[in-house]
C-alpha cells in the first residue's frame, strides 16, 4: 500500500515546482538508433532509466509516415522524447512540460546530445501556452495527474496540427488505452493502434480538415 510520502513523490513531477531534495544522476540510453546521454533530478518522471511506455512509442514510429513540420513533445520531462526525435528525424522540435526542474533538465540534455538548435523547451500547463501547429504532436500522458488531464491533451490537439498531421500517444490497456482510443476516435474521426507491447497501446490519429470541424 503506499504511504502518502510515496504518493507525494511520485505525482510530484507533474507539479510547477517540485520541492524534493535533488539529486541528479546521469545515464546513457540508446533510442532510435542513436547514442544518448541524460542527465535527471528527483522530482521528474523515470528519473532512473528511460520508461518503458517511452521507448514502445519511439520504437512505434517507423509505422507511421511524419509529414514534414514542427513536432510537438508534449510533458517533455527531462526530454527524452524531444531530444531523440529531433535528433533522429532533424526536425524543429517544441518541448513542453508544465515542470520546470524537469524542463531546465530538457535543456541541459538537448545541449549535451548535440540538438539544443532544433529544439524549443518551455513551460507550459497542457497547450496553455502553445500557438503553433504541428505535423507531429507526440505524448505519454501522466496518468496520476488525473483523467481530465489526460483527455485534455488528446482531445485538444486536434486544434494543435496541420492537416495530415498526426497525433500519438501511450497508454497502458489497464491505465485506460481503451477510453483513450474512443475519445481519440470521436475528436478526429479516426485512430488505429500502431503498436503493441506488454501491455502498452500506441494509438495514432491524424488531422483530416475536411471531416474534422
Not at 52 to 76: E, V
Not at 115 to 139: E, H
Request: aromatic share 8%; charged share 20%; hydrophobic share 40%.
Amino acid at each position: 500500500m503506499d504511504t502518502s510520502k510515496e504518493k507525494i513523490a511520485g505525482e510530484m513531477y507533474f507539479t510547477a515546482n517540485p520541492n524534493s531534495e535533488h539529486h541528479y544522476q546521469d545515464f546513457d540510453f540508446d533510442l532510435l538508433g542513436n547514442h544518448l546521454r541524460f542527465t535527471t533530478d528527483s522530482g521528474v518522471f523515470s528519473k532512473s532509466t528511460v520508461d518503458f511506455g517511452t521507448r514502445t512509442m519511439l520504437n512505434a514510429l517507423n509505422k507511421t509516415t511524419i509529414i514534414s513540420g514542427k513536432i510537438l513533445d508534449l510533458g517533455t520531462g527531462y526530454g527524452p522524447v524531444g531530444v531523440a526525435v529531433a535528433k533522429y528525424l532533424q526536425q524543429p522540435v517544441d518541448m513542453t512540460d508544465v515542470n520546470e526542474r524537469a524542463l531546465a533538465l530538457a535543456r541541459k540534455n538537448a545541449e549535451q546530445n548535440g540538438v539544443i538548435g532544433l529544439v524549443n523547451v518551455f513551460q507550459s500547463d497542457i497547450y496553455a501556452n502553445v500557438s503553433d501547429k504541428y505535423a507531429l504532436i507526440l505524448a505519454n500522458p501522466p496518468i496520476r495527474a488525473g483523467k481530465s488531464v489526460v483527455t485534455a491533451m488528446l482531445q485538444e490537439s486536434i486544434h494543435y496540427l496541420l492537416p495530415g498531421g498526426k497525433l500519438i500517444a501511450v497508454l497502458q490497456k489497464k491505465q485506460g488505452a481503451p477510453s483513450a482510443q474512443k475519445n481519440m476516435a470521436t475528436v478526429f474521426g479516426n485512430v488505429k493502434v500502431i503498436h503493441k507491447d506488454k501491455g502498452y497501446y500506441i494509438l495514432e490519429s491524424t488531422y483530416d480538415p475536411t471531416t474534422n470541424v
